[in-house]
């Protein structure tokens, strides 16, 4: 089956940095990734859609100068969070879809969890 | 807002029995998916049924799907411990070229040995 990586699988960093998360489907192309936000025992928020080549959509309340995104190719996305601060603790997850018989699949990555200190 | 909700939040059931998990939606959908999370990891893919579907079949798994309800079932037979994880069903809505996934709040299955 279809694969997504991700990458660190944690971080933890101080507050005031920026951190990169890598995101890469490693069989297949994934024009559309998804990110995604849990908090502990909570259900997984969408936060933004990015299709290759364009800028990325994102959710009501998702700060787009916070939580850089791009989608240089059609394997790689990165999510990058900008003076990240203690309440941006979280797993982030990303999914990759690829379009298969009409219906679309979405593979998820196994997330990272970042804390920040 | 989340689409998807289930019920019950928490379940525990004994290594053998069936576990039954129940999520109602409010929109129209395309397709309905259930997902497996173990503590702290990432998302398995377990069924996907379609909004024409009505009963899908995937080894112990068995996933209802009532459009007119707007309501999905997810009953995992003869339960085992390894079956212990968070489940989560999401709704799938495709206008166009895009869809995009919702999830609900999960379910806490436990399985005692």
């Known amino acids: 089956g279809a694969v997504v990586s991700q990458h660190p699988s944690w971080v933890i960093c101080k507050s005031g940095t920026s951190v990169k998360i890598e995101c890469r489907s490693l069989?297949?192309?994934?024009?559309?990734m998804f990110w995604y936000r849990q908090f502990p025992k909570q259900s997984l928020m969408l936060m933004a859609t990015s299709n290759e080549g364009s800028k990325a959509t994102y959710e009501q309340g998702v700060e787009k100068d916070k939580f850089l995104i791009n989608h240089a190719s059609l394997t790689l996305s990165t999510l990058t969070v900008t003076s990240a601060h203690p309440e941006d603790s979280s797993f982030y997850i990303c999914s990759a879809r690829e379009v298969q018989l009409g219906v679309y699949e979405q593979y998820f990555g196994p997330g990272t969890r970042l804390t920040v200190t | 807002s989340q689409q998807g909700e289930e019920d019950p939040q928490a379940l525990s059931i004994q290594e053998g029995e069936n576990a039954t998990m129940n999520c109602s939606y409010k929109?129209?959908?395309?397709?309905l998916q259930w997902y497996r999370q173990n503590s702290g990891r990432g998302l398995v893919h377990l069924i996907l049924?379609?909004?024409?579907?009505r009963e899908k079949h995937s080894g112990r798994l068995r996933v209802t799907l009532d459009t007119s309800k707007k309501s999905s079932s997810l009953l995992i037979t003869a339960s085992r411990a390894a079956d212990t994880a968070s489940y989560f069903c999401?709704?799938?809505?495709?206008?166009?070229?895009?869809?995009?996934?919702?999830f609900g709040k999960g379910i806490t299955l436990s399985v005692r040995p």
């Open positions: 929109t129209s959908i395309n397709n």
């Open positions: 999401a709704t799938a809505l495709v206008t166009g070229a895009n869809s995009k996934l919702t």
């Open positions: 049924i379609r909004s024409n579907e």
């Open positions: 069989d297949f192309q994934a024009t559309t």
